[in-house]
């Protein structure tokens, strides 16, 4: 994730950042589907954005691809909400 990314996620970003973040992430997904990366990075900036549905449906394509421990703490955090 790149440091203008990560860090407008690690704090409350704006609307307007994480509507880019969104965007930029489902681009760099579509580009790189096999990368598991991407679909955490775009599961993260949906659930910033309130898409919870959405993001549950990015981390659950990682479990094709190598699973990151990141990925699976995201998915119970979003199984718990």
């Known amino acids: 994730m790149t ?5 407008s ?24 589907p096999d990368q598991a990366g991407a679909h955490y990075d775009l599961a993260r900036a949906l659930l ?7 993001a549950k449906k990015e981390v659950l394509k990682l479990w094709n691809l190598p699973l990151r421990r990141e990925a699976q703490e995201l998915l119970l955090k979003l199984s718990g909400e």
């Open 3 to 7: 440091k203008a990314y990560k860090g």
């Open 48 to 54: 910033a954005s309130g898409k919870k549905t959405e």
């Open 9 to 32: 996620l690690e704090r409350r970003p704006c609307i307007q950042e994480v509507a880019v973040a969104v965007a930029a992430f489902r681009t760099l997904a579509g580009f790189a």
